[in-house]
């Protein structure tokens, strides 16, 4: 009896064994299984994030810019390997190890082994296929043309991680969205080891790559804009400069070189042309001419008395004045026209008491200024232009009209000669030219975008007219002419108005000009801060933008109507009505029969450029009047034709340059 209930208790205990197997095999099955599952899957594969490919930013001509660039970092499992014997050599030529040092690591039985270069996908395609080794690709943002327009283009901060690199500054901040790809998604394999392996299925959303953009940016002109902007601080001494090309046809910037000179070196810290305003000086006497012209309150034989460059101006009934002089000082009336060609202070001071507060700041808002422009820059300025309420009435007239207490920056102040050179239309600038799709469709093309009509196509004129005047012979910015162009263009001189205050002794002088004089292709704005010794725009930015539209016109790749350029006119004294013929021209003798001299075409002697940085080169070549094509980035090694060989200007000298 006793038998059966042991038994019978062995039996029983079988089976509440096998009721509770039976009950946690359901438990994990049914309740517990797809947890358990999911666990299962995450310990053998991992699902990881496959980065977009940012998009590029090319210059109008198809010049890299920023590029994102994939490179590859190699590791090596030797247990997997199954062409050991070779893979030392394999990897020195690919790599550039040392062969001997491969050798050494396999057979120190390490089961990893990591070079983490970056290297360049031609680089590591010999290694592609190779059972053991394993590539780990990520994208670097690169920037060919190195710290040309950076502080345009800006550059990138880290967000999301690596894989979503995100804009920090300049056109890769306000392009962002447009440039930033949508990332993919795969599934890779695991071993016990947490060793990763492709799996036959592994994307699971393949990454899209960015938006490429083309900007309105020339990559030659810019680099004439910048090395001209270096060459002049450097020259002048002076604390910064902005220098602005732009199509008064399209909007389009050409060209945006800014400067800051930090410890008498030139940096380009900031995209000062956008962000910093100055009070723009005699430049801005054309906008009060515009305004004069615009309600006919005055005809061309209008003058007034010039006070012989001195003038006690009347500020209040109660006799207060204001001394108001003049830098070349004119005895007699000066008409409107005269008051530009010398930039009379005193002229424009009486002439802005024809104009109310209210008629001078609607003309200053049809221009442009006081409100930002619209490029695609971050954080632009819009300048300082006061309501007209806030003006002392005698006071800011004369001032405005003087080109003081209001700001502009470099842009706005092109944007507004460019409706003038455009009949009269204000345009929006812009730096966006096409937007590309990764399959390289366009997606978006710059067509100009009128804002509203400044003044009417027949003031334009006009006011060209005094441009001519203001660049002909006795006029301030005489030394921004052409040998065989003609250029219209008016400077300026302010003085510097820093923290509240007017800084004595500190200037801004700055040139404005449109090229050709007919039909302009090109706004150009120079301005020089605070430069030392000669500090008058026509005397310092002036010929910086001769300097600079010279060399533009040696090169054949930037984009000038070469078609569309007249012929200097030598009777340009009598070409504006009512201007001041200069006085004392040296008389010229030349020799019966005349011949016209053929220099500008004779061969010449290439220069030595070896040794050079590609830009001192390439700045050395077009001062000589060649074209330049770059073979590699750093210094020059070699060119062709050789330094010496004779060629006529306009040859392309080759130039081969390595880091």
């Known amino acids: 009896a006793k038998s059966a209930v042991r038994i019978g208790a062995i039996q029983f205990g079988f089976i509440l064994g096998a009721t509770a197997v039976l009950a946690r095999a359901g438990q994990l099955q049914l309740v517990d299984g797809d947890r358990y599952a999911r666990e299962a899957s995450r310990s053998r594969t991992e699902q990881v994030v496959l980065p977009a490919r940012r998009g590029a930013l090319y ?22 390997l199954t062409e050991r014997p070779r893979l030392p050599g394999l990897l020195a030529g690919a790599l550039g190890v040392s062969a001997a040092d491969v050798e050494r690591d396999l057979r120190s039985g390490r089961r990893w082994l990591y070079f983490h270069g970056p290297f360049t996908a031609s680089e590591v395609e010999a290694l592609r296929g190779v059972k053991g080794v394993h590539l780990d690709g990520e994208f670097q943002r690169f920037y060919p043309s190195r710290d040309l327009a950076r502080p345009i283009i800006g550059g990138l901060a880290a967000g999301e991680g690596a894989t979503r690199p995100a804009g920090a500054a300049g056109l890769e901040l306000s392009l962002d969205s447009l440039l930033t790809g949508v990332p993919g998604e795969a599934v890779l394999l695991k071993d016990r080891a947490g060793r990763r392996y492709d799996s036959p299925a592994r994307a699971v959303r393949e990454p899209v790559s960015g938006n490429d953009v083309v900007l309105t940016l020339d990559a030659e002109l810019q680099e004439i804009a910048e090395r001209g902007l270096d060459d002049a601080l450097t020259a002048m001494q002076a604390a910064g400069g902005d220098v602005v090309f732009l199509d008064p046809s399209t909007g389009e910037l050409l060209a945006l070189a800014s400067r800051e000179t930090v410890t008498r070196a030139a940096v380009s810290a900031r995209p000062s042309t956008l962000t ?23 005809d061309s034989s209008a003058a007034v008395f010039a006070e012989g460059g001195v003038w006690q101006m009347p500020v209040t009934s109660t006799g207060r004045t204001r001394t108001i002089t003049d830098a070349h000082k004119v005895a007699g009336n000066l008409t409107l026209a005269q008051a530009i060609q010398v930039s009379s202070n005193v002229a424009m ?39 007209p309420d806030r003006w002392q009435p005698m006071y800011t007239r004369a001032s405005i009209a003087m080109g003081y207490e209001f700001t502009v920056t470099p842009v706005q102040l092109a944007a507004a000669y460019a409706a003038i050179a455009n009949d009269g239309v204000l345009l929006t600038p812009t730096l966006i030219r096409e937007v590309r799709d990764p399959a390289g469709a366009v997606l978006y093309r710059h067509q100009p975008e009128p804002v509203r009509r400044a003044v009417s196509p027949g003031v334009a004129a006009t006011l060209r007219d005094y441009l001519r ?50 039909h302009p292709q090109l706004v150009v704005i120079v301005k020089i801060d605070n430069p030392r010794g000669a500090y008058y725009g026509g005397l310092t930015a002036a010929p910086v933008t001769r300097t600079m539209l010279q060399q533009a016109l040696a090169s054949r790749r930037i984009s000038i109507d070469r078609s569309r350029l007249a012929p200097r006119d030598t009777v340009a004294p009598s070409a504006v009505p009512g201007t001041i013929a200069p006085q004392g021209v040296p008389m010229t003798v030349i020799a019966l029969p005349f011949q016209r001299g053929d220099t500008a075409t004779a061969p010449r002697p290439v220069p030595d450029v070896s040794g050079e940085a590609v830009r001192e080169a390439a700045l050395a070549l077009h001062r000589r009047g060649f074209h330049v094509s770059l073979r590699g980035l750093g210094r020059v090694s070699r060119s062709s034709p050789a330094p010496g060989a004779v060629a006529r200007p306009g040859t392309a000298v080759v130039l081969w340059a390595s880091e």
């Open 59 to 80: 210059d109008r001509n198809g010049v890299p810019l920023a590029v994102t660039q994939e490179f590859f970092h190699v590791g090596v499992a030797p247990n997997e």
């Open 469 to 518: 005047g203001a660049v002909g012979e006795g006029g301030t910015g005489e030394k921004a002419q052409l040998v065989n162009y003609t250029l219209l263009g008016k400077t300026g001189t302010a003085v510097r108005f820093e923290n509240g205050r007017y800084v004595r002794g500190e200037y801004t002088a700055s040139f404005a000009a449109l090229f050709p004089a007919d």
């Open 349 to 387: 001071a009486k002439f802005s008491l024809r104009l109310s507060p209210e008629e001078q700041y609607e003309t200053l808002r049809d221009f442009g200024f006081g409100s930002p422009t619209g490029a695609e820059v971050p954080s632009e300025a819009r300048g300082r232009l006061a309501r």
């Open 276 to 298: 910093v305003p100055f009070e723009p000086g005699s430049t801005a006497k054309l906008f009060t001419a515009a305004a004069l012209l615009s309600r006919h309150r005055l």
